[in-house]
């Protein structure tokens, strides 16, 4: 499978524990995007990367979220200490990057839970 | 600010029957404009996309024009199927960041 891969696809934490959802981006795609999606919601954006940068962290909440998206390796997407708000569906996307308006390809998301 | 604004849901529809989902758009600069597609427990697809005034994007039966006049980019299907059943997203993607605007989406359900 070539798109985008998120892992764990559902993932459950008690209140206070940490989070950490992972997203593989397509093969070549230098751009990986997070989003958050809240029940019968949209996608809000939170965090634009490119590797070993943030590009655009603006819809990304100040305390307890980071993200980061290392020379090796998936991109992480990092919740600490967790509350009960933050239940949601988080998806990936990635892109080529080079030119503007490419669409992004999505991940199928990871559901994270909280109890 | 760019945003999106599409039609509330659920749309319930029999089968076979016209489709039409309202989507506008404000932004302040030349947007390509999407529309999306998310099946029950899925991530999002891309399902068709118009990158200028007038451009007509289509797949799978599907069609959206973007109308620059208007600032809309309906989607639309002359025969929905029992498939077609999923949440539709709008979105466009300012040529001056990468980010994409989604608006809250719409959903679908197709009766047999």
């Known amino acids: 499978n070539a798109g985008v891969m998120q892992n764990p696809r559902h993932l459950v934490r008690r209140r206070g524990q940490e989070a950490r959802l992972r997203c593989s981006p397509m093969?070549?795609?230098?751009?990986v995007y997070w989003y958050r999606q809240l029940p019968e919601e949209g996608l809000k954006f939170m965090v634009y990367?490119?590797?070993?940068?943030?590009?655009?962290e603006s819809g990304m909440p100040k305390e307890r979220f980071s993200a980061e998206f290392p020379k090796e390796g998936p991109s992480i997407l990092r919740i600490q200490q967790v509350v009960r708000g933050d239940s949601a569906a988080y998806f990936c996307?990635?892109?080529?990057?080079?030119?503007?308006?490419?669409?992004?390809?999505f991940g199928d998301g990871t559901r994270l839970s909280i109890l | 600010g760019n945003s999106v604004t599409q039609m509330e849901g659920p749309v319930t529809l029999s089968e076979e029957a016209f489709l039409t989902i309202n989507c506008t758009y404000t932004?302040?600069?030349?947007?390509?404009l999407f529309w999306y597609v998310q099946y029950p427990g899925e991530g999002l697809q891309l399902l068709l996309k118009?990158?200028?005034?007038?451009d007509k994007g289509s797949n799978k039966g599907f069609e959206a024009t973007y109308r620059k006049e208007t600032t809309s980019f309906h989607l639309e299907k002359g025969s929905v199927q029992v498939s077609d059943s999923a949440v539709y997203f709008c979105?466009?993607?300012?040529?001056?960041?990468?980010?994409?605007?989604f608006g809250k989406g719409t959903r679908l359900h197709i009766l047999p």
């Open positions: 118009a990158t200028k005034a007038d």
């Open positions: 979105a466009l993607s300012d040529p001056e960041d990468d980010k994409i605007i």
């Open positions: 996307a990635s892109s080529p990057g080079e030119y503007g308006n490419q669409p992004q390809h």
């Open positions: 990367l490119q590797k070993e940068n943030i590009i655009d």
């Open positions: 932004a302040t600069g030349y947007p390509s």
């Open positions: 093969k070549g795609h230098s751009h």
